[in-house]
């Protein structure tokens, strides 16, 4: 079926960076769109990345130019790397497997990563 | 970008009810949505895919109809695990974009 954990959130100030990861296990995540969705804190659900198959990306125009993401194949693990971070960038963060691809939807999620910007 | 307009904001019901929550988006999606159900604290859980397709494992009292720009979830039969928010996703293209999400309650 598919597992996902994310890890790497943290506390940052304004201005930083702070590099997400996502495990996998169970399939390759190199083998399926993979999305990254955050939700602030009492709002509801923003997509923020998808990385396609063929190593294409994606981005929401609110993260366009600051955040980037990437895989590890051989370590079956997704990236999201974020720069000049902003106050309104505090949310958790998921990974999920999107099978946009087969026809399908984000059918595998992780617990989440909270990220917090702050002074 | 695409706009999902979702209504309503929120939705009280009893158990046994029957509700509808509607999408609308800004363009023809063709049937590229999906329904997701997110609970407190935890991470979205995927309901519809494609509009109509009932995601393995999901209770059959789960539907979605539509296509194009007109969307619905029904769920039929409330029952107390169902009391949570519902949002749905556009896949079409990218930037994907969810609806504002709705929030069921028990009356």
């Known amino acids: 079926e598919g597992q996902l954990v994310e890890s790497g959130g943290g506390l940052v100030q304004p201005g930083g960076s702070l590099r997400l990861s996502c495990t996998a296990s169970?399939?390759?995540?190199?083998?399926?769109?993979m999305s990254w969705v955050r939700q602030a804190p009492g709002k509801g659900l923003e997509w923020v990345s998808l990385?396609?198959?063929?190593?294409?990306?994606d981005y929401a125009e609110s993260v366009k130019g600051r955040f980037s993401v990437s895989r590890d194949n051989s370590k079956n693990i997704l990236f999201l790397h974020m720069n000049s971070l902003r106050l309104e960038d505090t949310a958790v963060y998921y990974c999920?497997?999107?099978?946009?691809?087969?026809?399908?939807?984000?059918?595998?999620w992780g617990l989440g990563t909270t990220v917090i910007v702050s002074s | 970008a695409i706009q999902m307009t979702q209504s309503p904001s929120s939705l009280s019901a009893s158990v046994g009810d029957r509700v509808t929550i509607t999408c609308r988006a800004s363009?023809?999606?063709?049937?590229?949505l999906g329904w997701y159900q997110q609970k407190p604290g935890k991470a979205p859980k995927l309901l519809i895919f494609?509009?109509?397709h009932l995601q393995s494992g999901v209770p059959s009292r789960f539907s979605g109809t539509g296509s194009g720009t007109d969307f619905t979830l029904t769920i039929s039969d409330l029952q107390p695990d169902d009391f949570a928010t519902y949002y749905c996703?556009?896949?079409?293209?990218?930037?994907?974009?969810f609806g504002q999400g709705t929030r069921l309650d028990i009356k």
């Open positions: 990385i396609y198959t063929g190593g294409i990306t």
């Open positions: 363009q023809d999606i063709r049937n590229d």
């Open positions: 996703l556009q896949d079409y293209d990218a930037p994907y974009t």
């Open positions: 169970g399939f390759n995540v190199d083998s399926t769109f």
């Open positions: 999920a497997r999107d099978l946009k691809w087969q026809g399908g939807g984000m059918d595998v």
């Open positions: 494609a509009a109509s």
